[in-house]
């Protein structure tokens, strides 16, 4: 039952809606998120329908498609602070209730009771709209509003001023985590004793004491995702075919790349990472054959055979990775899919059967080849190993993705050329590079215990909503810091984009940029092979993303960049 309701919650309507994000590109490949929520509630008796404001916005061009870098009205509107304060307050703004307005006509709520709001997670101007569809949808609609989807603590602005959003009525409950058992227990709680304790993820605001924060759940339940009511035919795309480069291939089909989870939480513990903390122990996976009919029936009810695992690691175990092949092998799946993966304990024969099972994609965690760097962020791979299961994975006709980090703690310029040595002998088996600026994550071990790892001082940074005019604010940064011995932060800063610059120059010169999935999809659809795909264009520097150049930094990072102090 709602507040205004006494209709037990399996007899109301509930609607989720993904908010639309204004920050990054639209992927075209439907939210797994709202997906698993579906069908977890189903399963369990709840009336859910499920929609994608993201994708009909960015069908209709409400706004841009590619809208990374970019600014317009709607964002412009959404980063004027102090007038969607008024607006939260409960001050007339026509021009925001009609941005509102324009984004839910996309969607039908008359007969809806609940509405769970997803955002995009960190995307800040978008969790400021979501924050405002909340506030309109409770005063105009007088509607139960449930937000979440800012699954992970290190990109929540909203909980910065939890209290104030709850307040100014903008939402009814918060979650924090992932939803899909949460949800569950909520409904159940408010429909029994209304005792909240047992909430995983839930903030909540008493009406005689202080703010509650219930310990977020970070492990999925095993449920195999359910996009019936999602906008489908709006996620079949052509390869780029909303970017700014033309279609290379006038034979290219619409293609559609379903998300599926096989696995849940990661067993490494690398010390920057977010999967390190202890929020994130307990690993779960699906059953290799249940999956593998799972799967079956989503490429048969969309007709497609592509697919985006969304894990962590594909080998949590070298035994998970074979038993999971042998499955999709054995079921005779005849798909293509892309997947993270861990560089050990791996050879050609169990790569060659990974290839077989449909991988054309393993995106591999190197971060910094430099041994001094291995050792403090605790990796746990070998680098002979990894530069051997590289080549391997080369030979058995994989397209290799490598991860890696700028500006680590106590990086020196040593640590860099080292990673870049390594990227030039190892060009051969690389085809793409993902570069990323260090930040200290919360969460992560290092953030946890940063005297352990040579980081002292740690300072949350100013949020969207608090800006310091003295601090560089940015969509990366959330916390600063000192290195122990090292460098203070004004220089770590400066050192974290040289180190950027530097790598990212190599990402362009080594053409390491890349391809978009869709269009690995496509290649490898209509080629077969590996180097068809990876040595189809002659130059792919547009693929390469910069964090710190132009297309970073307006709206969302630093207004200036620390090292040139200059926008390029
Ligand atoms: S970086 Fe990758 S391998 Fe390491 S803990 Fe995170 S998810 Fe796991």
């Known amino acids: 039952m709602t507040a205004e309701s006494s209709t037990p919650f399996k007899e109301q309507r509930l609607k989720i809606l993904r908010c639309p994000s204004l920050m990054y590109n639209y992927s075209g490949i439907p939210p797994f998120g709202l997906a698993t929520i579906t069908a977890m509630l189903t399963q369990h008796g709840y009336q859910i329908e499920q ?4 994708a009909k916005c960015a069908a209709d061009e409400l706004f841009p498609r590619h809208r990374w870098g970019k600014q ?6 959404m980063l004027d602070i102090q007038r969607v304060r008024r607006y939260w307050e409960g001050g007339d703004d026509p021009a925001v209730d009609d941005i509102i307005e324009e984004v839910l006509s996309y969607t ?3 007969d809806i009771d609940v509405v ?6 960190g995307d800040d101007a978008a969790a400021i709209m979501a924050l405002c569809i909340g506030k309109h949808i409770r005063d105009t609609m007088n509607k139960m509003v449930i937000l979440g ?13 939890l209290a104030y959003f709850y307040e100014n009525g903008c939402f009814d409950y918060y979650i924090q985590g992932y939803g899909e058992v949460p949800l569950l227990n909520l409904f159940e709680a408010l429909e029994s004793d209304g005792v909240l304790d047992n909430v995983n993820g839930l903030v909540y ?18 449920v195999i995702p359910d996009f019936d009511g999602l906008p489908m035919h709006l996620y ?10 033309a279609t290379e291939d006038a034979g290219t089909e619409e293609i559609l790349v379903l998300p599926v989870k096989l696995n849940f939480c990661c067993p490494m513990n690398c010390a920057f990472c977010i999967s390190s903390g202890d929020a994130f122990t307990k690993v779960t996976w699906m059953k290799p054959d249940v999956v593998a009919n799972a799967i079956k029936g989503l490429v048969e009810k969309y007709d497609t055979r592509y697919f985006m695992f969304a894990d962590d690691l594909f080998n949590i175990s070298r035994r998970f990775a074979e038993q999971m092949a042998d499955a999709f092998i054995r079921h005779d799946l005849d798909i293509m899919w892309s997947d993270c993966a861990y560089l050990r304990n791996l050879d050609l024969p169990l790569l060659q059967k990974i290839r077989k099972s449909g991988a054309i994609r393993l995106v591999w965690g190197v971060e910094s080849t430099s041994p001094k760097m291995q050792k403090l962020i605790g990796k746990g791979i070998k680098m002979d190993e990894a530069q051997q299961i590289l080549k391997w994975s080369h030979q058995a006709g994989i397209y290799n993705s490598v991860e890696i980090i700028a500006g680590l703690p106590h990086e020196t310029d040593e640590d860099i050329e080292h990673t870049i ?3 030039h002998r190892n060009r051969p088996y690389i085809d793409q590079m993902y570069l990323n600026p260090f930040s200290l994550i919360t969460g992560s071990r290092m953030e946890k215990m940063p005297e352990k790892y040579g980081i002292t001082n740690v300072q949350p940074v100013a949020t969207i909503f608090q800006r310091n005019p003295d601090e560089v604010y940015s969509w990366i940064q959330r916390y600063t810091f000192d290195e122990v011995d090292g460098l203070p932060w004004k220089s770590k800063i400066r050192q974290i984009e040289e180190s950027y610059r530097r790598l990212h120059q190599v990402q362009l010169e080594l053409n390491l940029g890349g391809h978009d999935l869709h269009f690995l999809f496509h290649r490898f659809n209509k080629f077969k092979h590996k180097h068809l795909v990876s040595d189809f264009q002659t130059s792919r520097e547009h693929q390469g993303f910069d964090y710190f150049g132009r297309d970073g930094q307006r709206g969302h990072s630093p207004a200036k960049s620390v090292v040139s102090n200059r926008i390029n």
């Open 51 to 54: 929609d994608d404001l993201d």
């Open 72 to 77: 317009f009205p709607a964002k412009d509107l």
């Open 108 to 110: 039908e709520l008359d």
């Open 116 to 121: 769970l709001l997803s955002c995009i997670e």
């Open 149 to 161: 989807g800012e699954a992970f603590p290190h990109m929540m602005p909203i909980k910065s001023e």
């Open 205 to 222: 605001f008493p009406e005689d004491g202080d703010s509650i924060e219930n310990r977020p759940l970070f492990t999925r339940p095993e």
């Open 236 to 245: 079949y795309r052509f390869p780029d075919d909303w970017g700014n480069q």
């Open 421 to 423: 040595e390594f990227l």
